[in-house]
């Protein structure tokens, strides 16, 4: 069965009329909480901790909450939009891109849509801004921690501009920038996974020659 007949998500009815006021409040705060705070710790945690393992598992820790919650929650709810994806018949994997249609197409606060793009936005650019001055002050630790969140957010920005576009499956350039994207992801997951693997002492060697 094709999984784009079979819409299990209500999706769009969630959202109320337009209106001043945030009909969702809590996910709003939620859309900003985790990114704008490993902004914060990544800015500020030097100063509480000399520890770069400890800023690094939280910074990665807020980061991933905040790309699941961004990619399954406050897009679908905030603005109408979601991608995903699904593997058919054949093993093939196919991203889709999509926006809410019929009665529902048009029922996005404005408040919510703007704080939804602008926190997309904003805090890829900080990202980019904290690259740059990494990768200048070849400090190449500080490097990968900040390609590894600029992974994650430049994923969920691609994700929903091309859901804005209208477009369902990536073709061509994008599909070989869909393909860099998450091959990138998997390397950070790889990453974590053998950080968590590296002993924290090294083995006991005997000296060898004549005693």
């Not at 409040?25 to 859309?31: A, L, Q």
């Not at 990665?60 to 909450?65: D, E, K, P, Q």
């Not at 926006?99 to 996005?108: A, E, F, L, T």
């Amino acid at each position: 069965m094709d999984p784009l007949s079979d819409d299990t998500i209500p999706f769009g009815e969630e959202n109320a009329a337009n209106s001043t006021q945030l009909p969702h409040p809590f996910v709003t705060f939620f859309h900003l909480f985790f990114r704008v705070s490993a902004v914060v710790i990544y800015f500020f945690g030097r100063l509480f901790t000399d520890s770069f393992i400890t800023i690094f598992v939280l910074i990665i820790l807020l980061l991933s909450m905040d790309f699941w919650i961004v990619k399954n929650i406050t897009g679908r709810i905030m603005v109408g939009l979601r991608w995903w994806n699904y593997v058919d018949d054949d093993g093939v994997s196919h991203w889709v891109y999509e926006s809410r249609k019929g009665s529902v197409q048009h029922r996005v606060n404005s408040s919510e849509y703007r704080i939804f793009w602008a926190g997309l936005w904003s805090v890829t650019g900080m990202w980019i801004l904290f690259f740059i001055t990494s990768f200048f002050s070849i400090n190449f630790k500080w490097m990968l921690l900040v390609s590894i969140a600029l992974t994650l957010n430049i994923a969920n920005l691609y994700g929903y501009i091309k859901c804005k576009g209208g477009n369902q499956e990536n073709l061509g350039i994008s599909s070989m920038a869909s393909s860099f994207i998450f091959q990138n992801i998997g390397k950070v997951r790889d990453t974590m996974s053998s950080l968590n693997n590296t002993p924290s002492n090294p083995p006991n060697l005997k000296p060898t020659g004549i005693v």
